[in-house]
């Protein structure tokens, strides 16, 4: 086993022993002083991380409760049925980078059309005081709640002091004097900024799939590839040649990845495509998790296979460099 997926294994025995509370509704919970955040969290990016650092700081030192209020389906794909969503995380991920950053409580509820149309004072009343009895609300820099996010910072304030329970309010956590962001982080992907786009989530962006079956065109040129098909949510970095580190049941292996339509050999059809250095065997069905480290060059048509073949060659020693492997 490699240091990367060492260390990723060490990271979840870590976090194994805590005792992360689960629901997916907000009856009956019996909560103790229950210090409540609201938010998608798509990606656990360092933003996310720093909220949950002073949420979880201040339960500990109130004797409070430290609770993550988040929601699935994401709100876009049920407010705009149409649009496919392009998430940082699944629901599994997120689920499990929340649980690390060591929160009790994580419950997650249904997003619903109808729960969209609940205006943000009878949230607050029926769900956050009625039913969660909560102590203390923590609202990030831009968060808003309830109908058309019309629950501003002085609205819930003005509420929390008819209800009573406490609002604290979160300065933004920036970089370069940017605020860290889901949607930044996914334009950075969308434009091949990987070593940015990694410094803004905390750890390399990762695409996990079931390996399904290709045309081997690539196994005939010497770079037999494993072709990746993610969860359809889940976000895709732009065309181009990435060096990633690859995360096969346990073990880690560093290689090249390709996204596009293969221009010189394609049919025209999406695909991502990985090809690791040092795996010998086969890994189709298995589940692979791929970490983006850099981008190595944009997609481009070649005039020949034998120049395509090349080209993928100048790749795999330009990710040799970029690990330190010897030929």
């Known amino acids: 086993m490699g240091n990367f997926a060492r260390k990723l294994r060490e990271k979840r025995a870590r976090h194994s022993f805590l005792q992360v509370q689960t629901s997916n509704s907000i009856e009956n919970l019996n909560i103790s002083k229950p210090v409540v955040t609201i938010g998608s969290f798509d990606g656990v990016h360092r933003g996310h991380r720093e909220v949950l650092r002073q949420l979880t700081d201040y339960a500990r030192q109130t004797g409070g409760s430290s609770v993550v209020?988040?929601?699935?389906?994401?709100?876009?794909?049920?407010?705009?049925?149409?649009?496919?969503p392009?998430?940082?995380s699944t629901i599994d991920e997120k689920s499990q980078l929340l649980a690390e950053t060591g929160i009790d409580w994580l419950i997650t509820l249904p997003f619903t059309k109808e729960f969209s149309q609940m205006e943000y004072d009878r949230f607050v009343t029926d769900c956050l005081v009625d039913k969660l009895h909560i102590d203390t609300l923590f609202v990030g820099y831009d968060?808003?709640?309830?109908?058309?996010?019309?629950?501003?910072?002085?609205?819930?304030?003005?509420?929390?002091?008819?209800?009573g329970f406490k609002v604290r309010q979160l300065s933004m956590l920036s970089s370069d004097a940017a605020?860290?962001?889901?949607?930044?982080?996914?334009?950075?992907?969308s434009d091949g900024k990987v070593i940015e786009?990694?410094?803004?989530?905390g750890r390399p962006y990762c695409l996990t799939g079931k390996v399904v079956s290709g045309n081997h065109i690539g196994t005939g040129m010497g770079f037999p590839t494993a072709?990746?098909?993610p969860d359809p949510c889940k976000f895709v970095p732009g065309n181009g040649a990435?060096?990633?580190?690859?995360?096969?049941?346990?073990?880690?292996?560093?290689?090249?990845?390709?996204?596009g339509v293969r221009p010189t050999i394609g049919d025209g059809k999406p695909t991502i495509e990985a090809h690791l250095l040092n795996f010998n065997g086969d890994l189709y069905g298995?589940?692979?998790?791929?970490?983006?480290?850099?981008?190595?060059?944009?997609?481009?048509?070649?005039?020949s296979i034998d120049e395509l073949r090349a080209q993928l060659d100048a790749d795999r020693q330009t990710v040799r460099r970029w690990f330190g492997i010897n030929e």
Request: charged fraction near 20%; aromatic fraction near 8%.
């Open 286 to 303: 298995q589940t692979v998790s791929v970490y983006f480290i850099d981008k190595i060059r944009d997609e481009r048509q070649f005039a």
């Open 69 to 84: 209020l988040t929601f699935w389906p994401h709100p876009s794909a049920v407010l705009n049925p149409g649009s496919k």
């Open 227 to 229: 072709n990746l098909e």
């Open 242 to 259: 990435y060096a990633i580190k690859a995360i096969v049941s346990d073990s880690e292996y560093v290689g090249m990845l390709n996204i």
């Open 197 to 201: 786009a990694n410094q803004l989530l």
């Open 179 to 189: 605020p860290i962001s889901s949607t930044a982080i996914r334009a950075l992907l």
């Open 143 to 163: 968060n808003k709640v309830g109908r058309n996010g019309r629950g501003h910072f002085a609205e819930v304030e003005a509420l929390s002091q008819q209800l």
């Open 86 to 88: 392009a998430l940082l």
